[in-house]
């Protein structure tokens, strides 16, 4: 099992940046791939990054590809978010999550396929 923490939201303006980081306790984390997903009020959870374990083969979300990047530090049980370019479509609650699962193509994209959830971090992109 492990324990996902997030941190790193806030409120910030059109065009700034953010670093989002979710710290993971519990068994080994590089044995999870990790996903970031954001949800608004009244849509569906969203998946915006993946990254496998391996730290290799990484997925974006079309709206969000060259703006964010997803990256892990193995050595720290961290995985972050770096988002640049904010919009106000980017405004959301963000939410890190593991799975035991190797996932490629559109099974990333779902969130049922991953087994532990942060609790989110509010992210307010203000014009």
């Known amino acids: 099992q492990v324990q996902l923490v997030e941190s790193g939201g806030g409120l910030v303006q059109v065009g700034d940046s953010l670093k989002l980081s979710c710290a993971a306790s519990?068994?080994?984390?590089?044995?999870?791939?990790m996903g970031w997903f954001r949800q608004t009020p009244g849509k569906e959870r969203e998946c915006v990054a993946h990254m496998w374990r391996s730290g290799t083969a990484t997925y974006y979300e079309d709206s969000v590809k060259g703006r964010f990047t997803i990256s892990r530090d193995n050595a720290k049980n961290t995985v972050y978010l770096q988002m640049n370019s904010l919009k106000p479509e980017d405004t959301a609650v963000y939410y890190c999550?593991?799975?035991?699962?190797?996932?490629?193509?559109?099974?990333?994209?779902?969130?049922?396929?991953?087994?532990?959830w942060g609790q989110g971090t509010q992210v307010t992109v203000s014009s």
């Open positions: 999550a593991a799975t035991t699962r190797t996932l490629t193509g559109s099974d990333r994209l779902i969130g049922r396929n991953y087994d532990y």
């Open positions: 519990g068994r080994s984390f590089n044995s999870y791939d």
